[in-house]
């Protein structure tokens, strides 16, 4: 009998309570008596004297040997003169869950890896009361998001959802916990999300890397004062492969039938680096490039802003003077398709010569939203958009452990 006593203690070690088997049957249930006749205040601490009431709780525990497992015990309504009157403070459960505090951090973290339907069928619980119990966890790790002091930011949208309706991320980049995530990309919704992370914070942001949303840029300019523009390669190398894809593709429409035999299943050759390129596909790019002089141009010209971009030992004047040279180069040669790639260098200049001068790339953001498209489709996709927006910080404040 007295081993039994020590089991059941050390299965239920909960201080202040004694633990006995009120149940066995396809259930467990075990009763937790009360060793003290006062209750704890949970606004003051103290012991309190005045009981109002007792009421009966039954909730759930960790299964044992496979079966449902049930702790049952009565708590006190008290009144106590801090001003507090309500049910006393019990450290193993909530004031209203129907789950231990044990079995809530258990479920929550096996939510972290699985859906809802998963967890709630591996735990035998409704699926609504996993998802309250993985929304409550995730709510009490946001103060750690408020302890970040950032110096270097990323912003990036991520459609998640048909209808362009995307979902904005500002991370710290050098940690990458998201520190705001929210529904929309304009400028007031941006500029919102910024000035509640204070003026203090914004005051030391040094960098911020984004892309060429001008929303984005309004906000960050006016809510942090001191910080430099990075716009990530990605965006100018995009546009020039829009204006090489323009090329080929008028090339193709004014070229004879035997021409565009040729030409037909080349774009992803014509569109790929050619250091990336086999040696027998290099072969049937040049035999292509030597049949039409503008798309070789084209080719060319992307070809020479790329090894730009890709230039790591240059000095930041050798590469602006490149990058100069391979503007004139550019208008010289009369190629319409490549004026909208102009027009982009010559409104975003500062921000991309940044990119030469500090080094940032938005590529920690654009991996970030790999990883909430993984989320999602978890999921199967998620309707209570709140809750999808929790699940995405308990991801990134995955890097701070």
Not at 24 to 52: A, M, V
Not at 111 to 119: P, R
Not at 218 to 234: H, Q, V, Y
Request: aromatic share 10%; with cysteine; glycine share 4%.
């Amino acid at each position: 009998m007295a081993t039994l006593t020590l089991l059941l203690r050390s299965l239920y070690p909960f201080k202040g309570y004694k633990p006995v088997v009120l149940d066995i049957q396809n259930d467990i249930t075990i009763g937790l008596e009360q060793h003290r006749r006062t209750g704890t205040c949970p606004k003051c601490g103290r012991w309190c004297s005045q009981i109002e009431a007792e009421y009966l709780r039954r909730i759930r525990d960790l299964d044992l040997a496979g079966c449902k497992c049930y702790l049952q015990f009565y708590q006190k309504k008290i009144r106590c003169s801090c001003g507090y009157r309500g049910p006393e403070k019990i450290h193993f459960v909530g004031k209203y869950n129907r789950v231990s505090a044990r079995l809530a951090a258990q479920v929550a973290r096996d939510c972290e890896e699985a859906s809802l339907k998963e967890i709630a069928r591996r735990y035998r619980l409704d699926w609504k009361t996993v998802k309250e119990i993985d929304r409550e966890h995730i709510k009490s790790l946001l103060p750690e998001v408020e302890m970040i002091r950032a110096r270097r930011l990323a912003i990036d949208e991520i459609a998640i959802m048909k209808g362009h309706k995307y979902l904005t991320v500002i991370r710290d980049y050098d940690s990458g916990v998201a520190l705001k995530i929210f529904f929309g990309r304009s400028y007031e919704e941006t500029a919102d999300a910024l000035s509640s992370l204070g003026k203090d914070k914004l005051s030391k942001i040094t960098h911020v890397s984004l892309d060429m949303w001008d929303p984005y840029i309004k906000a960050i300019k006016e809510n942090c004062p001191n910080a430099k523009l990075i716009f990530d390669k990605f965006h100018v190398v995009k546009k020039v492969n829009e204006a090489v894809d323009t090329v080929r593709k008028r090339v193709f429409s004014d070229a004879e039938d035997h021409e565009r035999k040729s030409m037909k299943k080349k774009r992803w050759l014509i569109l790929k680096r050619r250091k990336n390129l086999k040696a027998e596909q290099c072969e049937t790019l040049d035999k292509l490039m030597l049949q039409n002089d503008r798309l070789f141009k084209a080719y060319l010209l992307k070809e020479q802003v790329l090894s730009i971009f890709d230039d790591k030992l240059s000095s930041f004047e050798t590469i602006c003077k490149r990058l100069n040279s391979w503007m004139e180069n550019l208008l010289s040669n009369g190629l319409d398709e490549f004026n909208a790639v102009i027009t982009t260098i010559q409104n975003y200049k500062d921000g991309i010569l940044n990119y030469f001068r500090y080094g940032m790339t938005n590529a920690i953001a654009e991996g970030f939203n790999t990883k909430i498209n993984v989320i999602k489709r978890r999921a199967f996709g998620y309707r209570d958009i709140e809750y999808f927006i929790l699940k995405i910080y308990q991801s990134s404040l995955r890097r701070l452990a």
